[in-house]
């Protein structure tokens, strides 16, 4: 089995800064790309920034310039630094992983359980 655990959500204040944490362990033989996705209430889920195990990033126009992702030195890691967060980017945010099993040669998508970031005005 395959667990993303993701973490650093909140509440802030316009204007200021989080930062997001995504934790992948399990039978893990390799990590394709991750992403961070959004859903705010009312809406659908939304890709927010995407890196490629060669460390190639995508971004939402509505975070491009605002948000960075990246992944860590261990490599089952990633993170999200949210700067300059507006009232819209209030959402629950999820990883999202693609992963080659251990024993496997297909590419399976995971998700995290989510975490909750709020952005008053």
């Known amino acids: 089995q395959v667990q993303l655990v993701e973490s650093g959500g909140g509440l802030v204040q316009a204007g200021e800064s989080l930062r997001l944490s995504c934790a992948a362990s399990?039978?893990?033989?390799?990590?394709?790309?991750m992403a961070w996705y959004r859903q705010a209430p009312g809406k659908q889920r939304e890709l927010v920034a995407l890196?490629?195990?060669?460390?190639?990033?995508n971004y939402a126009d509505s975070v491009q310039g605002r948000f960075t992702i990246s992944r860590g030195n261990a490599e089952n890691t990633m993170y999200l630094q949210m700067n300059s967060l507006k009232p819209e980017d209030t959402a629950v945010y999820y990883c999202?992983?693609?992963?080659?099993?251990?024993?496997?040669?297909?590419?399976?998508?995971?998700w995290g359980q989510g975490t909750q970031v709020t952005v008053s005005s």
């Open positions: 890196i490629t195990s060669g460390g190639n990033t």
């Open positions: 399990g039978s893990i033989a390799s990590i394709n790309a």
């Open positions: 999202n992983a693609n992963v080659q099993r251990s024993g496997s040669r297909f590419l399976y998508a995971y």
